[in-house]
């Protein structure tokens, strides 16, 4: 699925998050949004799931402009979302969260409470978490898992929520480097696999510059540059603003 953002703005008080902003994601495109800390990226991807409404401009998904539609209604059309911090139900286990979402996916909400979920629920959820590695845990809370297996849980959740768009915002945050690169990886073969438009935010510009075939800068909510790694590695307002000369050296 084609996303595609046009002109679109947001302002908090005096301030515009996001100022204008225009950017095309092919479908089944893997992009990376980076910049400095307050550029707006995550605003950016606010405006995109529906969390925020837009005060002006368009999001467009194959065509169809969805900026005032719910985030419910976008998430049906489907934009998926994970979060810099996992989002998830605390007290249920892995298996639950899944089971939750995707009964709620298929708007039974009336089933949520009920001991045994509708059929098909459990299976579904159980493929989800073959898919991203969490079936050793499928029984454990999501409070005391890893934070690793906390940010795949969110992941399961908006997987099973079947979209064709994913925002990950920060997915590797607070990781250490082994366990950055293990997430990442599994992030890439979820794309290969479902063919995703996926977008993620993401700090380490190692990871940036290896996995992303295009990489969109943010600052201060407009857009600096957009192009390949190579061109961003190479672009001196980039430099300048985020980057700096000991990343270019990378």
């Known amino acids: 699925m084609k996303l595609e953002i046009r002109h679109l703005t947001k302002a908090f008080g005096g301030v515009r998050a996001i100022d204008d902003v225009s950017l095309a994601f092919p ?5 990376a949004i980076i910049g400095p800390n307050g550029a707006g ?7 995109i799931s529906g969390a925020f409404s837009a005060d002006a401009g368009q999001v467009l998904l194959d065509g169809r ?3 005032r539609l719910s985030k419910a209604e976008r998430m049906q059309l489907g934009i998926g979302r994970a979060f810099q911090v996992a989002s998830c139900f605390p007290t249920m286990t892995v298996a639950e969260n899944l089971m939750a979402a995707v009964t709620a996916h298929v708007g039974q909400w009336g089933n949520l409470a009920r001991r ?7 299976e579904r959820a159980g493929e989800v978490m073959e898919l991203v590695g ?4 499928a029984n454990v809370q999501a409070a005391i898992l890893s934070h690793g297996d906390q940010k795949l849980l969110d992941i399961a959740i908006a997987l099973a929520l079947e979209p064709k768009v994913l925002l990950l915002d920060e997915p590797t945050a607070g990781m250490g480097p082994d366990e950055r690169w293990r997430m990442i990886e599994r992030v890439r073969g979820l794309w290969e ?5 996926l977008v993620f935010i993401e700090h380490d510009m190692d990871i940036v510059f290896q996995v992303a075939s ?6 201060y909510g407009r857009v600096l540059a957009e192009g390949t790694p190579e061109d ?11 980057l700096g000369t000991e990343a270019h050296a990378l």
């Open 214 to 219: 295009t990489i969109r800068v943010l600052c």
């Open 116 to 122: 045994f979920p509708p059929a098909g629920m459990r």
């Open 193 to 197: 696999r479902h063919k995703l438009t």
């Open 41 to 47: 990226k995550s605003t950016f991807f606010n405006l």
């Open 134 to 137: 969490l079936t050793h845990v």
């Open 232 to 242: 961003i590695r190479n672009n001196q307002a980039v430099i300048d603003a985020y």
């Open 27 to 31: 479908s089944g495109s893997l992009s």
């Open 65 to 67: 402009d969805v900026v």
